[in-house]
């Protein structure tokens, strides 16, 4: 049982090992394969940079690695030069892969105007060290230092601190960027009492979207006199818009194993589970992989770095229910019921899975965990702002230019994140609003992107923090329209157990479609403020409480678009079929021929390279020209 | 009473509009009560007919009734006071019909009433004798559950290996569910059914696990299963037009799977690639920033 690890030095060995591999002394292809990348055709990558390596006989390794978040540049190809920086491509296709290698193999360098920017350094973490790469030859340093790319300038990475830079399935890189650290010294040195100081001290709130303290929670089931108890990550993002948690454990799996090993041993259970959404395949394999090779190395199993301390844990899979995210019903599908909630208290923390003390955190919450035991409360509490201390991830996506994962420090204008990290709308229609918190969050107008992001401050404005997604909205998207579709999703997701959520979002959905078909009734509005009102108040669960946000938030800051609906039966976006009318701008027009093609209904007519037009009478309005258009000449009359 | 509601009837109603005779009510459940009450105000005088000793039927068993989660006891009971206080209904327990002669509109029954044993004149339904009845209070074994039909022997050999990997306990029967549907592509009833009687489970109770979540599917699907993501960002950026391109080009309705078995149709919270919306995924390869003019290719490469 020599790969036990049980001393510092073993843990120094098993990451020396890891360097090795992590920095090679050779040409090093690094090629994003998470979800999003393998979607964008990662795969055809890999497999024309081994045939390449091949053809030009190069002295090269071609390794896998997770998601760095730059999602809007995948797939993304990082190259690791023997004498120079870390460079990454974007939007590499295999043509450009050979391309890049071909050039490699002639000139011994990378075609600078081609990349997208270079790592002259790497931090790790949690043992606060930096890797630094040779110098910049060959040409290299003309381009852009990562950091003063836009997207990248303002983040800080905690959480992502490993996403993009290793490959996921090997424990040896985790750990030589720092890994398991946090646990060794919670497990050697402390004693349970004083971890949950640390983590209380650090100021960590819990990133699932409530922000209760991690601390308090860890404490509340550490008092509790139970001989079982159950510690259990919540990785069942249900959230649509968001996709941190899949970057994360897809990425960086040690440092959600790491964050459960510390609150396991915090809370005295001896048995964790990790719940991921069925949705997510690739993060449940490289989950159940990364587990494996945890307790071939003895960092989970009996006796965790030769302590009495034992943990086992279990991946549960879901099984396609929204509401499961809420912790009981989390706990009734782990138990093989069907997903409806229970009232609270009692608390998981109290009473919990088959009735035991329970701790649920939410993968970011227990990725910061291991960073901040290894580095101490005071290093982490040092990011961020007054009572949101440290940092979060946000899956920035819609309609901005830069669309990806961007973790940053609490408390960060909303302003920034939109248009400098975002940069900006990304077609030729303005933003108009930011959706944040998905169907449980609310839409903040363009007119308070002062307001910071945190916790409270997007409560006040109506909205919530939700588990961090951020869905730019421009004028080509309408609220009733979307307050709709936030409503069908919850109407169809609602469990049934409780009839305020049940019967009223049906009735606001209801509502909802006679507005967007321009069959609204003059109190219709008025109504639906009150049905809103009311389910908040009166659900069970978080699902129905926070169900008419949307719509509470659209009739606050958007009435003029229900005005216009119910009013003037015009939809100002022309969404709203019975609402619009079509007209192709002439002077935009370029002649393409794309609306034409796309027609079901043969309604366009004109000759190439000349203006279009669309024939009112045979128009369905389903907007397919419009979404095809390259010049956004399809336009609402 | 009667004679009450046999009152003068408007002049311009016929004579055989008049209600007469009585009519005989099988069965004294909430069907049976409620009809016997509808009966009884509309002026006729009824027989309701019960086998068992009392009356009320499945429903004074149940806690809740479906879809609406309202209160069983507070539906039934009313109802149950109702029909023994109406002077026009004749509750007749322990009793059945033996002969029935004649026909519609002239029929003549012949019921049998059981022996009660107890004087129901007297009895004031305190419940002490069932307390102390030696017979009653043994306890019933549930019968086990026999499947309709048995699973084949593939699905057997699924089912035992899953049985095997996840424990034959109640708190294995998601993982078990999730291997079913994924070796099978939906939940077949036959296996669900030898699934119970292995878990010693209700179907009921497996029923509801299954068609609680949207992972599963309880019909056959075809050989390609085509999801399109509705997240929101998804959606912001056009896929509820995708979805419509896609039940067009299938003809096809969601959840619907086409004649030829080809392609099964399906929406999907959100898978993750919030970046590349919008996205679809046909057996589990994602196509990201879909653009409609691209559908009906993408749709060639799958046979």
């Known amino acids: 049982m020599s790969a036990f690890i049980r001393t510092a030095d073993d843990l120094e060995r098993l990451g020396a090992a890891g360097a090795a591999t992590l920095y090679p002394a050779t040409l090093k292809i690094l090629i994003g394969s998470a979800s999003c990348g393998l979607a964008a055709g990662a795969r055809e990558v890999e497999a024309a940079a081994l045939d390449a390596v091949k053809e030009f006989k190069l002295d090269a390794t071609v390794s896998r690695t997770g998601c760095i978040g730059f999602c809007q540049q995948e797939p993304l190809v990082d190259f690791v030069c023997p004498d120079g920086p870390r460079v990454s491509f974007g939007n590499v296709t295999p043509a450009k892969m050979r391309q890049l290698l071909s050039h490699f193999a002639q000139k011994g360098t990378l075609p600078a105007e081609m990349a997208l920017c270079r790592f002259d350094s790497e931090e790790n973490v949690p043992a606060g060290q930096t890797h630094r790469y040779p110098p910049s030859a060959n040409g290299l340093s003309k381009v852009p230092v990562w950091t003063s790319l836009d997207f990248y300038r303002q983040q800080q990475r905690v959480i992502l601190r490993n996403c993009g830079s290793i490959d996921p399935m090997s424990i040896g890189e985790a750990v030589a960027r720092g890994a398991y650290r946090g646990a060794l010294r919670a497990l050697t040195q402390m004693k349970p009492e004083q971890v949950i100081a640390e983590v209380l001290a650090s100021g960590l709130r819990g990133r699932g979207g409530a922000g209760f303290p991690t601390g308090r929670k860890w404490d509340f089931a550490r008092q509790r006199d139970s001989a079982v108890k159950y510690m259990v990550c919540n990785a069942d993002e249900g959230d649509p818009g968001a996709f941190m948690d899949r970057s994360v454990m897809e990425s960086d799996p040690h440092a959600v194993l790491e964050g459960l090993l510390i609150g396991a041993y915090a809370i005295g259970a001896r048995h964790a589970f990790i719940y991921v959404r069925s949705e997510y395949p690739l993060a449940v394999a490289t989950m159940q992989h990364a587990i494996e090779q945890a307790q071939t190395h003895g960092l989970l199993g009996e006796n965790i770095f030769g302590s009495d301390f034992s943990l086992k844990v279990e991946v549960r899979k879901g099984a396609g229910a929204f509401v499961c995210g809420e912790e009981t019903s989390l706990i009734a599908s782990i138990e093989s019921r069907s997903g409806e909630p229970r009232s609270r208290p009692p608390y998981p923390a109290t009473q919990g899975l088959w009735g035991q003390p329970t701790v649920i955190n939410n993968v970011k919450t227990l990725s910061s965990v291991g960073p901040i035991l290894a580095r101490g409360a005071a290093w982490y509490a040092g990011h961020g702002a007054e009572g949101n201390r440290g940092t979060t991830v946000f899956s920035l996506v819609g309609a901005v230019k830069n669309t990806g994962l961007v973790e940053v420090p609490l408390g960060i204008p909303l302003r920034e994140m939109v248009q400098r990290i975002g940069g900006g709308a990304s077609g030729k229609r303005p933003i108009k609003g930011v959706q944040t918190g998905g169907p449980s969050g609310g839409c903040i107008p363009a007119s308070l992107f002062d307001v910071n992001v945190d916790y409270e401050k997007l409560a006040a404005v109506g909205s919530m923090m939700g588990s961090g997604g951020m869905i730019v909205i421009d004028t080509g998207t309408c609220m009733v329209d979307l307050a709709r579709f936030f409503l069908t999703f919850t109407t169809e997701e609602s469990c049934g157990k409780c009839a305020p959520c049940r019967e009223g979002t049906q009735q606001m959905l209801r509502i909802l479609t006679r507005i967007c078909a321009g069959q609204a009734q003059s109190d219709d509005v008025d109504t639906l403020t009150q049905l809103a009102v009311t389910v908040k108040a009166a659900s069970l669960c978080g699902l129905g409480s926070t169900a008419p946000n949307p719509v509470l938030t659209a009739l606050r800051y958007f009435r003029d678009e229900f005005d216009a609906h119910v009013r003037d039966h015009k939809c100002p976006s022309g969404v709203c079929r019975n609402l619009t009318t079509f007209v192709i701008d002439a002077h935009a027009c370029i002649g393409c021929g794309r609306c034409k093609k796309v027609c079901a209904v043969d309604a366009i007519s004109g000759e190439a390279k000349s203006p279009h037009g669309i024939d009112s009478k045979t128009c369905t309005r389903c907007g397919a020209c419009r979404s095809v258009c390259p010049v956004e000449a399809v336009v609402p009359a | ?303």
């Open chain 2, 1 to 303: 009473m009667i004679a009450d509601k046999r009152s003068p009837l408007p002049a311009a109603s016929s004579e055989r509009a008049m209600p007469c005779g009585s009519v005989l009510v099988c069965g004294a459940g909430i069907a049976g009560i409620q009809a016997s009450l509808d009966l009884s105000a509309a002026g006729f005088h009824v027989y309701l007919v019960e086998q068992s000793p009392t009356i009320g039927g499945a429903m004074a068993r149940l806690d809740k009734t479906f879809p609406t989660g309202d209160c069983a006891t507070c539906t039934i009971s009313p109802k149950l006071v109702a029909c023994m206080r109406d002077l026009n209904i004749d509750v007749l327990t322990m009793a059945d019909v033996v002969k029935l002669d004649g026909e519609a509109g002239h029929f003549q029954a012949q019921v049998q009433v059981r022996p009660r044993s107890v004087d129901a004149d007297k009895c004031t339904g305190c419940g002490d004798c069932i307390e102390h009845c030696p017979v009653r209070n043994v306890p019933q074994a549930v019968e086990p559950f026999q499947p309709s039909m048995p699973a084949d022997a593939a699905q057997t050999a699924l089912l035992d290996a899953s049985l095997a990997r996840h424990g034959a306990e109640a708190s294995a029967l998601i993982p078990i569910l999730q291997d079913i549907n994924e070796e099978c592509g939906y939940l077949p009833r036959t296996a669900l059914e030898a699934l119970a009687a292995k878990l010693s489970c209700p179907l009921a109770e497996i029923l509801r696990v299954a068609s609680f979540y949207n992972a599963f599917s309880l019909k056959p699907v075809g050989r390609h299963i085509v999801e399109v993501c509705l997240g929101t960002a998804c959606f912001v950026r056009g896929s509820g037009m995708l979805l419509e391109r896609l039940t067009d080009e299938l003809g096809i309705a969601v959840g619907g799977t086409d004649k030829d078995k080809r392609f099964t149709l399906r929406t999907v919270r959100c898978i993750g690639c919030c970046a590349l919306a919008p996205a679809m995924r046909i057996d589990g390869v994602t196509f990201g920033k879909m653009k409609l003019d691209q559908v009906a290719n993408i749709l060639e490469r799958f046979e």
